[in-house]
């Protein structure tokens, strides 16, 4: 028998045991593991229940998910084990503690009783990546919890707790936190229990699902809603369509509509592209020169240097993590005016039923407000998110050096500067880091930290295990102009800025990048953030003699800062506003075909959506190859999470470098090359990656 799985008895009871860590994913070697203890057990008549438990932090936290792209996977094997744990004639019993999910909540209901401890999380997530639950979830959760909640697990992938699943019907009992073993005694006294009440096998299978709470027009609403609000997954409707055979259909015609839509899923670009994205993010939190068993620094209170939208938004995520936070202001103004949105914040979350009425005042009492710098002393961590300024920020970073205790790490939250100079700047180099949160940085998941010339590695890995505390995807960035995010971001601009002057509408442009499934495109999101904000990055830029030797370099954006049109909070930018509703502005084709005149560029008539993807989109990808190759970022999945996380780029894509392989990368070097000669290729703009051209002879892809 494999030794990831053994049966044994505990007097009459045989308990099956999975020992498969670090989350005893069902494995290939999982599934035979538990078909030759089945053999076993059938085989062992003196054995009176069965108890299948499993080892470690978790039970079984779901399918393999490597696994799910290898070209001879198939779930028949691993459904007809559950199966055959189903058919047993004596009593099953599932111990179950941990994240129950996926494969593993299949698992436990394929048992015949079910018991959790009580900070268990039972539930279906696959959808999270492009999946449905394909080991019978569909058809055998709606027989247990009825068919409304099944689908709504379904549907969000969130688990639910113990106490919920024991009120719905999930599971059997809920037993206080206890440890593994006794865990495992008390599931074998259930057993021996279920059969001195002489209670046999209850197969889920054998249920009728409770059709409580769901009209006739359910499922034709439900469905309804997944082709139009998720249009672009694979599950949703599919997952729509199981839990409607579950809820008509006899259990074997549900397995089959189960199987074949599974797969479907499975195969899709979609659920590829969402499974790469789980393992990057994985993956982000391995550093190179961060040893695995590092000890991390206890921060135990924070400090944050400025409280306008940043900074207070910055002090939110710790605060909400139970950390104290000492936000200090230069103004009692402006610290009260911080310190009040953040309180408004909190009861606006509050009143929409995201906290609980007493989370409000809790997480503000975790808030100090002060004008004294001096008073940042005792924190082990502290964020300056001052005005975004070299000579500003490294006068703070100096200031920050003298006033900290030593040990504390000094953090700066700049999008663009060179974080090594600031590091410099306060004299402690090696305790110094860039952490880059993202607007409101409240709620975007993504934090850009960056690793200067000389930041301890331990300075580093406690940035990344903190990012994870506050629920951050962090990624590690080197240090270069605008790190991973902002530096490929550029030539994304630069080149919707040209398609403007030459005669494309801000309409056309977002158009066409939406197209991709963005939630907004350039000239949106540009207006939003505020075109003064996005112009003064290019002059100080400029000023720091980083830009290209061409006048006609983002004039655009320069021009309407000139204008003030700010954007959205002006009313008007690369559109008008009625409301927060963006409306083309005809004065807008004026400017740039003015701009065009200027600066001798041809207007042309007839742009395609074609050119407009490829000439922002490949530009970037070109840009995200220059930072792999230099060792900016470390892996192509740290630069997909950046722009999923940060930039809404759509997960089913899984970001750009995952999306630059399903194009085909000499598709890309050919595109870069046809605009590079029918464009001229002014300051190398159109320059292949080193990398991209190794990476075409090699046929390596972004994913090897
Ligand atoms: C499914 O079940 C389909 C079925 O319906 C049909 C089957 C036929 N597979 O997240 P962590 C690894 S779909 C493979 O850092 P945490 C992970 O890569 C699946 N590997 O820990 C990492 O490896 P490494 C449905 C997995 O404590 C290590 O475990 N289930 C899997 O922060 C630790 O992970 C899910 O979607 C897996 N299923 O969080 C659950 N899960 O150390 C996915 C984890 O080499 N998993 N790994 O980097 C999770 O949500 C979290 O991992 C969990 C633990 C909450 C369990």
Not at 27 to 43: L, N, P, T, Y
Not at 557 to 576: H, I, N, P
Request: charged share 25%; aromatic share 6%.
């Amino acid at each position: 028998m494999s030794n990831l799985v053994t049966l044994q008895a505990h007097s009459s009871i045989g308990v099956l045991r999975i020992a498969s860590p670090p989350v005893n994913a069902l494995s290939r070697g999982v599934v035979q593991g538990i078909r030759e203890a089945v053999d076993q057990f059938e085989a062992d008549r003196s054995l009176q229940a069965l108890v299948v438990h499993a080892d470690g932090r978790t039970f079984v936290a779901g399918g393999d998910i490597s696994e799910f792209s290898k070209p001879d996977f198939e779930a028949k094997t691993y459904n007809a084990t559950l199966g055959r744990i189903e058919n047993l004639d004596r009593p099953v019993v599932a111990a179950l503690h941990g994240t129950v999910l996926g494969g593993g909540l299949e698992l436990a209901m394929a048992c015949h009783y079910r018991i959790a401890v009580r900070d268990t999380r039972l539930g279906l997530p696959e959808v999270l990546l492009g999946l449905l639950p394909g080991s019978l979830g569909t058809q055998r959760l709606p027989r247990l919890v009825g068919v409304r909640l099944a689908l709504d697990m379904m549907l969000s992938g969130k688990p639910i707790t113990a106490a919920k699943a024991l009120e719905c019907g999930l599971v059997d009992a809920v037993l206080e936190p206890m440890d593994n073993d006794a865990l495992l005694a008390a599931a074998v006294a259930h057993a021996q229990a279920l059969v001195k009440q002489g209670k046999g096998p209850r197969r889920t299978r054998e249920r009728m699902p409770s059709m409580e709470g769901v009209a006739p027009d359910f499922f034709a609403k439900a469905l309804e809603e997944a082709e139009t609000k998720k249009a672009a997954y694979p599950a949703p409707r599919r997952i729509v369509r199981c839990v409607q055979a579950a809820a008509t259909l006899p259990f074997e015609k549900g397995e089959a509509v189960e199987a074949e839509l599974f797969e479907e899923c499975r195969a899709s670009p979609q659920s590829v592209a969402m499974r790469h994205l789980f393992f990057a993010e994985r993956a982000a939190g391995k550093i190179p020169g961060v040893p695995s068993d590092f000890t991390p620094r206890a921060i135990r209170k924070v400090g944050v240097l400025g409280a306008g939208t940043m900074g207070g938004g910055i002090a939110m995520n710790f605060a909400n993590a139970g950390i104290p936070v000492t936000i200090v202001e230069t103004a009692a103004d402006a610290l009260e005016r911080g310190l009040g949105i953040v309180r408004k914040n909190y009861e606006a979350s509050a009143a929409k039923g995201k906290l609980r009425p007493e989370d409000p005042a809790k997480r503000m009492a975790l808030l100090t407000g002060s004008l004294d710098v001096a008073e940042l002393a005792d924190c082990d961590l502290v964020i300056e998110a001052v005005f975004e300024n070299m000579d500003i920020k490294k006068q703070v970073a100096k200031r920050l050096g003298e006033v900290c205790k030593p040990g504390a790490i000094i953090a700066t939250n700049t999008s663009t500067l060179d974080v090594n100079v600031l590091a410099d700047a306060s004299g402690r180099a090696g305790e110094f880091i860039g952490m880059h949160f993202f607007s409101p940085a409240n709620v975007m998941r993504l934090l850009e930290i960056v690793r200067g010339d000389r930041t301890d590695p331990q300075v580093l890995g406690t940035v990344v295990r903190l990012a994870r505390t506050i629920g951050k995807v962090p990624v590690v960035s080197g240090v270069c102009y605008g790190f991973i995010g902002n530096r490929m971001l550029e030539p994304y601009l630069r080149e919707s800025e040209f398609l403007m002057m030459e005669g494309a509408s801000p309409a056309q442009i977002d158009r066409a990048i939406q197209s991709l499934g963005l939630p907004m495109g350039p000239c949106r999101m540009l207006d939003l953030a505020g075109l003064d904000v996005a112009a003064k990055v290019v002059v100080e830029r400029g000023k720091a003699g980083g830009l290209p030797d061409d006048p006609s370099y983002r004039a655009v954006v320069q021009k309407m800062m000139e204008l003030g049109r700010f954007g959205q909070k002006t009313g008007a930018g690369y559109y008008r506003y009625e409301g927060r509703t963006p409306v083309p502005d005809p004065e807008v084709e004026r400017i740039c075909a003015a701009l065009a005149e200027q600066y001798g560029i041809a207007r042309r008539s007839e742009i395609s959506d074609q050119e407009i993807i490829e000439r922002c989109v490949y530009p970037l990808i070109n840009e995200g190859a220059k930072i792999l190759e230099e060792g900016i970022a470390y892996r192509p999945g740290d630069i997909d999470l950046v722009w999923v996380n940060g930039y809404g780029f759509p997960d089913f894509r899984g970001g750009p470098m995952h999306m630059a392989d399903t194009i085909g990368l000499d598709k890309i070097a050919d595109r870069l090359d046809h605009y590079a000669a029918e464009r001229g290729n002014r300051d190398g703009y159109w320059s292949r990656a080193t990398l991209l051209g190794e990476m075409i002879a090699s046929g390596r892809k972004f994913a090897d």
